[in-house]
């Protein structure tokens, strides 16, 4: 029986192991230069889809690099607000939202410029801090001490339009409920599940409670949520931020600035998923 002649363990034109020290044989060459374009691109697309895929964090802005300065007259409540004169607004005055350095509403300090002598609608003050702002509605982020916030005493500001009011009869929003301060501009994201439990720890701290829906015209919306006499509703909304909901309450206008009033019936919060 005639013996098949001896083969070289090392002949790649044979064999086509791998060895480190040699060429690549040819039958891997080709494999490799196939498939390692197509797993690179196929990588690229896949981030490039995922990238498209995520929610967008918003255009809010957070400038801490440039101390503002606005004197205007602050009107108490649950969430203070402070009203500056602009004629380049439609009502001739543009609303600010105020809150402290943290997680904190400015609710104690503005008390604490009140007089208890007296019943006042709305004082003079000059306030100074950063600017917050999203969707042309801004915020401002007091200074801490006495620098952030000083009631103007014996001293007359320009002419401040009168505050205009509507209400708007029950209806039903579709949203999600967040926190004023980071949906603005401090955090990105400020909305969603990832920002839960920072959006509960500032409404509970006296940041506004923000609700945040889109209208039949696909234009997005938002609102300080209160209750049906401006009032808290932290206690009740709390399990219920960062979820989407449904609420049934009566919209608001104040000047430029809109508040939702929550129903007082427990079915007028409730999730939607």
């Known amino acids: 029986m005639t013996k098949p002649p001896a083969r070289n363990a090392l002949d790649r034109r044979t064999d086509p192991i791998f060895v480190g020290y040699l ?10 230069m196939v498939w390692i374009p197509i797993l690179l691109w196929g990588f690229v697309l ?3 889809g995922l990238s498209l895929d995520q929610t967008s964090p918003g255009d809010g802005t957070w ?3 440039n101390l503002l300065t606005l004197e205007g007259e602050v009107v108490p409540g649950t969430y203070p607000v402070l009203r500056v004169a602009d004629p380049g607004s439609k009502k001739g005055v543009r609303s600010w939202l105020m809150v402290e350095q943290g997680k904190f509403g400015t609710q104690a300090r503005v008390e604490a410029l ?5 019943s006042v609608d709305s004082f003079p003050v000059r306030a100074r801090g950063f600017r917050i702002e999203r969707d042309g509605r801004p915020m401002l982020e007091l200074l801490p001490g006495k620098d952030g916030l000083q009631r103007l005493k014996n001293q007359r500001l320009g002419a401040l339009p009168s505050a205009e009011s509507s209400l708007q009869d029950p209806s039903q929003y579709q949203g999600e409920i967040v926190d004023a301060k980071c949906w ?3 955090m990105k994201p400020g909305a969603g599940k990832p920002h839960k439990a920072c959006a509960t720890l500032c409404i509970g701290g006296g940041v506004p409670p ?8 696909g234009h997005r919306r938002r609102a300080v949520l209160v209750g049906q006499s401006g009032e808290s509703v932290v206690d009740r909304i709390r399990s219920f ?3 989407p909901v449904e609420i049934t309450g009566r919209l608001e206008q104040r000047d ?6 929550l129903g007082e019936a427990p079915e007028a919060l409730r999730r939607t998923h």
């Not at 430029?256 to 009033?261: G, I, K, M, Y």
């Open 23 to 32: 060429p690549t044989p040819l039958r891997d060459r080709r494999f490799l």
């Open 184 to 186: 603005l501009g401090v």
């Open 114 to 118: 009140l007089d208890p002598t007296t």
């Open 241 to 243: 931020i960062a979820d």
């Open 210 to 217: 923000m609700m945040v829906w889109f209208d039949e015209s």
């Open 46 to 48: 896949l981030a490039i």
């Open 256 to 261: 430029d600035l809109f508040f939702l009033r």
């Open 63 to 65: 400038d801490t690099g």
